[in-house]
Nanobody
Framework: QVQLTESGGGLVQAGGSLRLSCAAS????????MGWFRQAPGKEREFVST????????FYADSVKGRFTISRDNNENTVYLQMNSLKPEDTAVYYC???????????????WGQGTQITVSS
């Protein structure tokens, strides 16, 4: 089984940067594609970014493309989300997920972290 633990959330001003980490407790980390999703108050959970098992393919939501960068370190069983040029609309709880496909859909993701709060002030 897989346990995911997010860290790095917090409060930043607009234009600032944060780096989220997701540590996976799993036997074979490279079996899983990893994704980041977020959910703002009163809104549906939305796709942010995903990365394939060996990091060869990455995808981003249009709203974050050019500002966010996803990466993974398979030696450390960790996925990262570097967030630059943050905007107030980026405020949400961010969730790490592990699944069999690097996709924007939540369906292939079997395991989810507890979430970490990102608040961007104007």
């Amino acid at each position: 089984q897989v346990q995911l633990t997010e860290s790095g959330g917090g409060l930043v001003q607009a234009g600032g940067s944060l780096r989220l980490s997701c540590a996976a407790s799993v036997g074979t980390f490279t079996r899983y594609a990893m994704g980041w999703f977020r959910q703002a108050p009163g809104k549906e959970r939305e796709f942010v970014s995903t990365i394939s098992q060996y990091g060869g393919n990455t995808f981003y939501a249009d709203s974050v493309k050019g500002r966010f960068t996803i990466s993974r370190d398979n030696n450390e069983n960790t996925v990262y989300l570097q967030m630059n040029s943050l905007k107030p609309e980026d405020t949400a709880v961010y969730y790490c997920a592990a699944g069999r496909l690097a996709t924007m859909s939540t369906v292939p993701y079997d395991y989810w972290g507890q979430g970490t709060q990102i608040t961007v002030s104007s």
